[in-house]
């Protein structure tokens, strides 16, 4: 069987919140030296992971997502009503319906 389909990407998009936190920031928090006799630089020496990003409280999953959405669209050049679909993948889902990417693509 031979299929051919005309679909394609033309450009990948990412975000990232401006909010960083380290890994011994979030040991420190929990107290991990004075609690759980953990030094704050284990969560750090156990993962590689030095930090992460947190998004503002209030923001959602889609926020994240239209922003990157924007991003993809200005590297490519394309004009948003050229987008045939919207493929959202995520493991936070705000809403039951509709799903998470019809508000990326409205």
């Not at 069987?1 to 401006?18: A, D, K």
């Amino acid at each position: 069987m031979n299929i051919t389909g005309f679909s394609r990407i033309e450009s990948i998009g990412s975000y990232v919140p401006e909010q960083k936190i380290s890994s011994e920031e979030l040991m420190d928090e929990i107290q991990s030296e004075t609690r759980f006799n953990v030094p704050n630089t284990w969560l750090e020496d156990l993962t590689g992971i030095r930090s992460r990003r947190f998004a503002e409280p209030e923001a959602n999953p889609s926020d994240l997502a239209i922003e990157a959405g924007r991003a993809a669209l200005e590297k490519c050049g394309m004009d948003p009503k050229d987008i045939a679909m919207v493929i959202y993948c995520g493991i936070d889902r705000y809403w039951v319906e509709p799903a998470t990417s019809h508000r990326v693509q409205r």
